[in-house]
């Protein structure tokens, strides 16, 4: 950043921040004329959700004292979204949306998505997906029950059905909560869950959400000035761990977490809440760039999540343009299997050239080159002991990292 800019800016912003806390402040005290006529919006499918966890979501939020408004009565009437319910969703701090297996089925749910998606991108509105019972996977790909009813929209709305499709990759593309994964698929943690984060998230109070916010940042000494100490306050990690979910993460993939944390090391962790409401694949290249060490832990089916890939690819790159250390850790797989491309690793392979056929060649080079990265096999280490393992990795990442700061 320029550093010249940059101070220019420091120079002239405190006096505007000032005032801006001060309105923000007095805005307070009359809160019922702020713009934020509700704190939450939930946006759901009626018949998959209303009587159970959305009805269990909302009464818990109410109680918890949170404002929060439910489409419920309020169904639009005539072919477009009410204005009322656009005033709604645009008055919010927090949106909800509750993608279950038939919201596609409903034009309004998917219409209310566009106006969501729209509203996060242009006016900052955070917006916290739950998958309720849904697989990403069909979401993404337009499988599944998402669809069939996107191809019976087709007929009768071909205009609007590629919005539509666009919003929701667009909302998986987030990081939410998936209702199958999170407390194991216990629902009334979930809900749990979300309220404690509604209530942590209200609770933020930051020149963001003065009114005044938008025309503070189109003048550019603010917008870079204010970018400047979002980048300072990001606590950086200083080592990225990546790891195929259904291999490790309950076994390897955490005892190691902790120990790294232990050792008082910033680690940076796929489950991490300060991912939740952004976008996901850009937070983690990001935090992948501004990391010291990544480590990935290759398992027997690591080759078959594309995020796992994605992820490798840039660790690779970032090797190269910025000499990052890369220790990868060879979990129950062997590097000359990676090298050679054994059976297993060349089917993933086949099925990921089959989606995404102009990535899928970078990711297979990034696997490959990994290979022949010095590293840890974790078989050869004590007889496959891995609190060994953990102990090795740990000391050598403190070693590298007190090397970095001399
Ligand atoms: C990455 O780059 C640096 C410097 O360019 C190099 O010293 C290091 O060994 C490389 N490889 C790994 C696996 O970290
Ligand atoms: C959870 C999961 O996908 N496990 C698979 C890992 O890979 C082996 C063989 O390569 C499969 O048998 C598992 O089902």
């Known amino acids: 950043m320029n550093k010249r800019r940059v101070l220019y800016g420091l120079a002239t912003v405190p006096p505007l921040v000032l005032l801006s806390v001060c309105a923000y402040k007095a805005l307070q005290r009359k809160r019922h004329s702020l713009p934020w006529n509700y704190d939450v919006y939930l946006s759901f499918r009626g018949p998959d959700t209303r009587s159970c966890f959305v009805d269990f979501l909302y009464t818990s939020l109410v109680a918890a004292g949170v404002h929060v408004f439910r489409d419920n009565d309020a169904l639009p009437v005539g072919e477009e979204i009410g204005p009322e319910l656009l005033r709604a969703i645009r008055s919010c701090r927090i949106v909800i949306p509750i993608i279950s297996e038939q919201y596609a089925q409903s034009k309004w749910c998917l219409r209310e998505l566009v106006e969501i998606m729209d509203c996060h991108k242009e006016h900052g509105i955070s917006v916290f997906p739950v998958f309720y019972k849904v697989e990403l996977y069909d979401i993404r790909s337009g499988s599944g029950n998402f669809e069939e009813a996107l191809s019976k929209h087709m007929r009768v709305w071909p205009d609007e059905v590629a919005g539509w499709r666009k919003a929701l990759t667009m909302v998986t593309g987030l990081k939410g909560w998936i209702s199958q994964i999170t407390a194991n698929g216990n629902e009334a943690e979930l809900v749990k869950i979300v309220v404690g984060r509604v209530l942590s998230e209200l609770k933020t109070t930051g020149i963001e959400r003065l009114p005044l916010f938008p025309i503070l940042m189109s003048n550019h000494h603010i917008r870079s000035w204010y970018h400047h100490h979002l980048e300072k306050r990001r606590l950086h990690s200083q080592v990225f761990l990546a790891f195929r979910r259904c291999d490790t993460r309950d076994s390897f993939a955490a005892y190691l977490h902790i120990k790294l944390v232990a050792a008082k090391i910033r ?3 796929d489950d991490d809440t300060s991912l939740l409401g952004k976008f996901i694949l850009e937070e983690l290249m990001n935090t992948i760039e501004h990391s010291k060490i990544s480590i990935p832990i290759i398992s027997q089916n690591f080759t ?10 840039c660790m690779v790159k970032c090797n190269k343009t910025k000499g990052q250390k890369i220790l990868p ?11 050679h491309m054994s059976p297993c690793f060349e089917v993933d392979f086949r099925k990921h050239k089959e989606n995404y056929p102009n990535e899928c060649e970078g990711w297979k080079r990034a696997f490959k080159e990994v290979a022949s990265f010095k590293g840890w096999e974790s078989e050869k280490i004590a007889n496959g002991h891995e609190s060994e393992l953990v ?3 740990v000391g050598e990442v403190s070693r590298l990292l007190k090397n970095s700061q001399t």
């Open 304 to 313: 078959s999540s594309r995020w796992c890939l994605r992820e490798l690819e």
């Open 267 to 269: 680690v940076f962790y």
């Open 391 to 393: 102990k090795l990795v």
């Open 329 to 339: 850790i060879f979990y129950k797989v062997n590097p000359w299997d990676m090298k």
